[in-house]
DNA sequence: GGTGATTTCTACACGCTGTAGTAATGGTGT
DNA sequence: ACACCATTACTACAGCGTGTAGAAATCACC
């Protein structure tokens, strides 16, 4: 469902990456190119829409943070891609022949619980 | 890279479906709505553009078959996906403690080369 | 209560997708 | 060779999402 524009994901990149939430202007300050603060404030709003952020209205100004960490966020898009699948099993047992072998071996050991 | 529209969704799904290659009208004919035949080729030549779909020129009319399976392409989508992860074996960690324990079980059966 | 920072609202361009009409092209029968 | 019909290519446009930001409203503080 969140398919995100070019900026949205530097945005999100920023507030995965940073331990505090982030003002507007934090945000726009970290961002290499040189925005409009509105422009910034607009594409929050997006991603508060789309819920990938969530936003303290108490205080002035508004702090951003993300909802949820990078690595939640790339499963649910993992899990959202399997959904698509038909055969999920098929397409699990392709997928790990084509990541590396550290990874597959760590796996085994995950699995190995 | 290869985010589809609703109707070319629907369009891959029944390549995917076909065991061989079909003309637009044959496409038109198995979508459920009524959609004209041009609708129908501006939609695989769009998809011939994302590679997502080849076409066999030489004929008339030109036959169109997906270039890579359902389960290829899902492959490659969630490859897509992970490298976007910054931590991919934290992701794959986390992921598999998210799919059915039949999977999870299938998945160390595979791994157990 | 005025002022400066912050937020909201409104706007617009651009690219992608759904949709299809019109123009061009190609094969086939006579 | 020509005409006709099916097929394909080109062109068009509306609607939506995204990047971008100005103008207007709001808020906190002196």
């Known amino acids: 469902m969140a398919t995100l524009g070019g900026l949205e994901r530097s945005v999100m990149s920023l507030l995965w990456d940073s331990a505090e939430s982030l003002s507007a202007n934090d ?58 699948a038909g055969d999920r099993e098929a397409v699990l047992a392709r997928f790990i022949g084509t990541i590396p072998d550290s990874e597959a071996a760590a796996l085994r050991r995950l699995l190995q619980n």
């Open 27 to 84: 945000v726009r300050d970290r961002l290499g190119e040189d925005l409009a603060v509105t422009t910034v404030l607009t594409v929050l709003s997006r991603l508060e829409r789309k819920e990938m952020v969530r936003r303290e209205r108490s205080t002035r100004p508004h702090r951003y943070s993300a909802t949820a960490s990078r690595e939640e966020h790339t499963v649910e898009m993992l899990n959202e891609v399997l959904g698509t």
